[in-house]
């Protein structure tokens, strides 16, 4: 599958949520078939299930941690760059942010910034910078750095993947004093403090980008606690400890420099031997996105594992409103309660992520039970939803109406067909044939786009809930992801409010007013929620995970 | 010798220009907009998307990208990769001695292995013995690459514990990937072997040498095997090509660097300008290899010259 250097495989990088699901490996079939069938729980988010609590006991100091990941190398170590995920975990250990998100209790943290603050309209955002920080070249950390690093993400030389549009639309800085700088928007943005928690808006060293040019990006150098040391190709990365960090964020229980002498992430792309080498003890800590091979590690109960369970927008179907059959909203209706969520979860994945209900996972900011209840499964009801429309059973079972059969078609990536194969069979129980369409990637997003499907494959993690304009806004229906192709002014109106509402019960409130119409119109169908783990040998302690489900190495020790 | 020779590099060059213009297409023949494919699918304006064609020169005609393509291959100049934007060349040179290491270790394990069964297989014709190695043969030929490493290392790693899984560097790193990868190659080097010692011990030479008293073992090692392994140069030269495209599967499963887990970045990432660069470099190792191979054969056998 798309492997990353981290926990999260199937995140926030759009070209990887693209391509959506699992994808079995050979060797993953191989161990695959040894799984039980019976269900396990999804496992709660957070903390983890520790086998032997350590919690209370004093961190020993050294070590070097190893960290396994499965797939390609990065396409380049600089957050502000790339989007892979394997960058941004990476990233976590050698950038330190201006603030930090708990992804336990959704709030924030100082960390670089002391503190901010934020106008009324969420366009201008000033931040108290921390004095003492020094980059581990050597450099000062101020505010100037602060905005060198946000003129750099905006500039579109620097051909940011990722860490411009979380950025948004940004204007330009101010610096009002040595450690005061304002960074102003053109329109409102209150999705900024979720993403500059992230280590893709972290602060890059000024002087070593401008010595260095285009080979910053294979020698990052920035604030954190961990220093990067080498970069061997296909093999490994290295960092070591930094032993000047003194500015950690309080989200942290300590402060210094990290426990851990060095990381070093270890380049095991098979996921089989990844596994073989966890059981070996060859690797310390690997991230599992492949739910059967999780559920057996679970099983094990040999490791500590942390599961991180994704926010935003679900891995779902978006249903076109203009192509026909799905341009009628009863068969979009009948559609949704055509459709068990479980039995995708069940039989694709082992019953390890939890099933969908609403365009926002259970766990985002936003969610709303009362969205959530408004399709139940009922085939009954989606009979009758189609008779009523005039959409009767003809031949073979499948439905008519004025000499068109209700037919869709179901554009994915690669990776999809577990998301649509059981789906087939529940969609033929109504009397509406499926046809499934597995395309390469950049094929099926030109025929996305195109609206040459009914139905579209598509997962959009984030930890803030303005994913939905991505996905709903009429904007972004002839370049963007709004593949329902629907364009309502009240929906796009919310969505803009939404972004800029700084009062979270405020925001929440419009959340939910923007699901209950996507709902009611029939968009999209959620399915799996998803979730990612991070597997750890039961000596590996205090590692935390990061709203985006990244671990944070900074508490994290060995015993030994 | 020297007009065969001349042929034969004429040839190679046509086959090289061949190549060239495979590779090259392929970046037309792949359905999906290359530049689209380049961006991740971070839908942009259609104006920035046309920014990036021109700047990688794909708004000029074919015609002329192929002439800059070549004429820039020529020079060592492949690219940089749309992914790392590294020059390809400095990519496939930093890779290379892993893959030439694992390749050659292959080989060598391959050889050996193969020539022994092979000679044993024929010495002893239609005993068990001969039996017994060309079933192993069999068996080495049929297993895919993945199922064989992911089993040797259940076998070494996990239950025995004797080698490491993951890494490069060390002999006991190297052992397995060898294996795996050798072992095929020496099914096939086997079976020639067999046939080619068979066919040799029926010379009127070889009656010859036992006529004069010789002892069997004499006969076997300074008469029949250097003839018998003419062939076998053929093949190995064969081989080599794909070790290389072996070493694909082999460096994913044991966690090695090399030219082939550049390969499959590559092509999960339509990262054109390394699979180009990585393509044309094997061919060019290949279709080199071959010529030496020719080379070789045409002193080892020098009725080859006529032709």
């Known amino acids: 599958m798309g492997n990353r250097l981290d926990a999260s495989e199937r995140d926030f990088d759009r070209r990887q949520l693209l391509k959506g699901g699992i994808a079995l490996s050979a060797g993953g079939l191989i161990a ?28 020993q100091q050294g070590g070097e941690l190893i960290i396994g990941y499965t797939g390609d190398d990065p396409d380049s170590l600089d ?47 000033t931040f108290q910078i921390r004095q003492g920080v020094t980059f581990s070249d050597g450099t000062p950390l101020n505010a100037e750095a602060v905005k060198f690093s946000f003129d750099r993400i905006a500039d579109p030389a620097t051909a940011s993947k990722l860490a411009a549009s979380l950025l948004g639309p940004y204007t330009g800085s101010e610096v009002l004093d040595e450690y005061t700088v304002q960074a102003n928007f053109s329109e409102p943005n209150a999705a900024l403090l979720d993403s500059l928690s992230r280590a893709n808006l972290g602060i890059v060293s000024p002087s070593a980008v401008q010595e260095m040019g285009p080979d910053f990006e294979r020698n990052p150098v920035g604030s954190g606690y961990f220093i990067f040391e080498e970069w061997v190709a296909n093999q490994h990365i290295k960092l070591v400890r930094n032993p000047d960090y003194a500015w950690a964020s309080s989200m942290f229980t300590h402060d210094g420099p990290a426990h851990l002498d060095g990381l070093l992430y270890q380049a095991v792309p098979d996921l089989t031997a990844a596994l073989a080498a966890l059981d070996q003890e060859e690797i310390h800590v690997l991230g599992v996105a492949d739910y059967r091979q999780l559920k057996t590690l679970q099983e094990s109960e040999r ?158 993690s984030s930890s803030d809930p303005s994913v939905l304009t991505n996905l709903f806004h009429s904007k972004n229906i002839e370049n963007g992801f709004a593949w329902s192709r629907f364009n309502d002014p009240t929906l796009d109106d919310l969505l803009v409010a939404a972004q800029g509402e700084p009062d979270i019960d405020a925001r929440v409130e419009l959340y939910r007013q923007i699901q209950t119409i996507i709902m009611e119109n029939a968009l999209c169908v959620p399915l799996v929620e998803g979730l990612s783990a991070t597997v750890m040998q039961p000596n590996v302690q205090g590692v935390t995970l990061d709203t985006r489900g990244f671990p944070y190495f900074f508490d994290a020790w060995m015993k030994s | 010798m020297g007009a065969y020779l001349a042929r034969r590099l004429l040839r190679t060059v046509f086959v090289l220009v061949g190549v060239s213009v495979l590779v090259f297409s392929m970046t037309y023949l792949v359905p999906g907009d290359p530049v689209l494919a380049m961006l991740g699918e971070q839908v942009t304006s259609g104006e920035s998307i046309e920014n990036v064609r021109r700047d990688l020169g794909l708004d000029r005609s074919p015609l002329e990208q192929y002439v800059r393509f070549l004429g820039d291959a020529v020079q060592g100049d492949l690219g940089r990769s749309w992914r790392s934007k590294q020059p390809v060349t400095e990519i496939i040179m930093e890779q290379l001695p892993a893959t030439l290491q694992l390749t050659m270790a292959g080989l060598g394990f391959a050889v050996v292995f193969g020539v022994t069964i092979g000679m044993i297989a024929g010495v002893h014709r239609n005993s068990w013995v001969d039996q017994l190695s060309m079933f192993i043969a069999l068996i080495g030929v049929s297993m895919p690459a993945f199922w064989l490493g992911l089993l040797l290392i259940l076998v070494f790693s996990v239950h025995l514990g004797w080698v490491p899984i993951v890494g490069y560097g060390g002999l006991n790193r190297l052992i397995l990937p060898a294996l795996t990868l050798g072992l095929q190659a020496s099914a096939i080097i086997a079976r020639i072997v067999r046939a080619s010692i068979l ?109």
């Open chain 1, 32 to 59: 695959a078939a040894a799984v039980q069938s019976d269900a396990l729980a999804a496992p709660s988010s957070g903390r983890a299930a520790a086998l032997g609590s350590l919690q209370d006991e004093e961190p």
């Open chain 2, 199 to 307: 066919e040799e011990l029926r010379r009127d030479y070889v009656t010859t040498a036992r006529a004069k008293g010789l002892s069997e073992s004499r006969v076997l090692t300074f008469h029949a095997l250097r003839n018998a392994l003419i062939p076998v140069v053929t093949v190995v030269g064969l081989q080599f090509g794909s070790l290389l495209g072996g070493a694909v599967v082999i460096e994913t499963v044991f966690a090695r660097q090399g030219i082939g887990r550049v390969a499959v970045t590559a092509i999960t990432g339509r990262d054109f300008p390394l699979i180009q660069g990585i393509v044309l470099f094997a061919a060019v190792v290949y279709v080199l290899v071959n010529l030496g191979v020719d080379i070789i054969y045409a002193r080892l056998n020098p009725q080859i010259s006529v032709y």
């Open chain 1, 79 to 125: 957050p502000q760059i790339s989007a892979w995920n394997g960058t941004s975990s990476l990233a976590n250990n050698i950038f330190d942010s201006l603030i930090l998100a708990d992804a336990e209790t959704n709030s924030y943290h100082p960390a670089l910034a002391e503190s901010w603050e934020i106008n009324e309209d969420a366009t201008q955002f």
């Open chain 1, 303 to 460: 490791y500590n594992i942390l599961t991180y369970d994704y926010r935003g927008f679900p891995s779902s179907y978006l249903m076109n409103t203009e192509k026909a059959p799905t341009n009628d909203i009863a068969v979009r209706q009948a559609i949704l309660h055509a459709i068990n969520p479980d039995v995708v979860v069940q039989i694709s994945f082992a019953g390890v992520p939890g099933a969908a209900s609403a365009p926002l996972t259970s766990k985002s900011l936003g969610f709303d039970p009362g969205v959530a209840e408004m399709y139940p499964y009922d085939p009954d009801k989606a009979r009758q939803i189609l008779d009523d429309a005039g959409w009767l059973v003809g031949d073979g079972g499948v439905r008519e109406k004025d000499g068109e059969r209700l037919s869709v078609i179901f554009i994915g990536s690669a990776g999809w067909e577990p998301y649509a194969i059981p789906v087939q069979p529940l969609l033929s129980e109504v009397g509406i044939e499926m046809e499934i369409r597995i395309l390469t990637s950049a094929a099926r997003a030109a025929a996305n786009i195109a609206g040459e499907h009914n139905l579209a494959g598509l997962g959009f």
